[in-house]
């Protein structure tokens, strides 16, 4: 018992004394040189750590932010007064209209401004932090949406085009780069010489107004383009910004902001494409009018030619284009175009009818003869165009059908020995022709070659000065 005491003692004593020489003999010895370049080493990796605020903030922006203290599922301010969410936009391109769908593609940035105390941070050099999305879902931001848009998103290459920057004293900066389609009401009873007024319309889907404000940033500034845009069929006349109010039975009024743009068309595609051809046909209809009023053949291939090809003109202008209920200016150029093709066949009906009554009536006073030799005298035209009126043959009654058989084609024996040289010969033949239309012209056609034209270029000139 005594020798296990006294070993406990002698034990504490030695657990005592030891350590303390250790010490001592730790301060006696001399530190290697090695010491201080190891100090200095430890001195510049924690200046580097300071400067190097990437290997703080992720570790500590919730913190400095005071995400994990708040709820952001609420608005900044709820129960107070609505949060003022100002807006800005920067058009980027506008990248289609269409007439079938009656919508338009435009891509924009939008910028949103507001003020969240919560997120507001100590800062002695009052910088602002920014962010990417992957913050965004962690705090509160405006929901802004589309009235009567079709299609929209965000851009996502190579990363989600979001920026958040937050401000010391909680002024938050929100931007997003966006492409959407949203219908625009168009009105096309002056096509294609028309002019389009398109809106897109921005709103707050849950935060009516009083809980949100939207407003333009810096008022009529607030919308800004680019200096580039330009489209294939329009003209971007004016872009402007305004602002006003929407109202849902169920929900209440909410604010709505509203951008504003004027497209007016371009009118030469559509004169090289629809107006010019569309004349054309028209001219070539009143060529019927200098042949010949016997020439059935060709007076008929021609009307029917005109007439589908204005057919063509009209149904490839209407495919291109809604089926709308009302009369555009382009249907009232074509049709009115056509009415004149179709007339121009109509009055070749016209005329054929009443030659062929003329035709029964001298056959009734001259007889059987004059019949015959009307015949025989259009069949010689067709072939050797030596043909004369039976207007003429008329005042040769007294003479027999044999010889005038053979005074006719004496003559025609004639005219071709004196004529033997193939240049006299061509001034006889056209000289002939020319001759047999004059004497064989009805007077409808000599009237239509006049009025025709006149009617249509009045036409025209009304056209022009009520649409342009």
């Known amino acids: 018992m005594i020798l296990a005491s006294q070993l406990v003692f ?4 030695w657990i005592t004394l030891v350590p303390n020489a250790f010490v001592v003999a730790e301060i006696k010895t001399p530190r290697p040189h090695c010491s201080s370049s190891m100090e200095q080493t430890r001195k510049q ?29 609420m608005r900044p301010g709820f129960g107070g007064s609505p949060v003022p969410v100002g807006i800005d936009i920067q058009v980027e391109s506008i990248d289609s209209i269409s007439e079938v769908d009656m919508d338009f593609t435009m891509t924009f940035y939008l910028r949103h401004y507001w003020k969240d105390e919560r997120l507001a941070f100590p800062s002695k050099t009052n910088k602002s932090m920014t962010f990417d999305h992957r913050l965004i879902k962690k705090i509160w931001v405006p929901d802004i949406f589309f009235v009567h848009s079709k299609r929209s998103f965000i851009h996502d290459t190579t990363v989600e085009n979001i920026m958040l920057r937050v401000h010391p004293d909680g002024n938050v900066l ?22 389009q007024n398109c809106s897109l319309e921005l709103e ?31 003209f971007v006349e004016e872009f402007s910004a305004s602002s006003g109010f929407a109202f849902y039975s169920s929900t209440g009024w909410y604010n709505r902001l509203f951008i504003n743009f004027v497209l007016r068309r371009h009118i030469f595609f559509f004169v090289l494409q629809t107006y010019f051809p569309a004349m054309l046909m028209v001219m070539l209809s009143w060529v019927s009018f200098w042949i010949d009023r016997r020439a059935v053949p060709a007076r008929v291939s021609l009307g029917i030619t005109t007439v589908l090809t204005m057919s063509t003109i009209l149904s490839g202008v209407s495919a291109s284009l809604p089926q709308v209920s009302y009369v ?3 249907d009232v150029f074509l049709w009115v175009s056509s009415l004149f093709v179709f007339l121009s066949v109509v009055e ?7 030659t062929t009554l003329e035709e029964r009536r001298r056959f009734k006073q001259t ?6 030799y009307s015949i025989e ?23 027999s059908l044999h010889s005038e058989e053979e005074a006719l084609q004496a003559r025609c024996v004639s005219n071709l020995s004196a004529d033997s040289p193939q240049i006299k010969r061509r001034k006889s033949l056209g000289g002939q022709v020319g001759r047999i239309i004059l004497e064989n012209n009805h007077v409808i056609d000599t009237y239509s070659r006049i009025l025709f034209p006149t009617v249509y270029i009045t036409f025209n000139l009304f056209y022009w000065s009520i649409y342009v």
């Open 328 to 330: 555009k200016a382009v």
């Open 45 to 73: 990796e924690t200046r580097m750590r300071k400067e190097d605020s990437t290997k703080v903030w992720p570790l500590k922006y919730k913190q400095i932010l005071h995400i994990e203290d708040h709820d952001f599922a």
């Open 174 to 195: 929100f931007s997003v780069r966006i492409t959407v389609s949203a219908m625009c009401l168009m009105d096309f009873s002056r096509f294609p010489l028309d002019t």
């Open 367 to 372: 007889g059987k003869i004059s019949r015959m």
């Open 348 to 354: 070749y009906a016209a005329v054929n009818y009443l």
């Open 377 to 399: 005298a259009t069949q010689a035209m067709a072939f050797d165009g030596c043909y004369r009126d039976s207007k003429t043959d008329m005042d040769q009654t007294s003479f």
């Open 10 to 13: 002698f034990t504490c004593i």
């Open 204 to 234: 707050s889907y849950a935060y009516n107004e009083e809980d949100l404000m939207l407003y333009w940033k810096h008022g009529n500034k607030s919308l800004n383009t680019d200096e580039h845009i330009s489209l294939s069929q329009f």
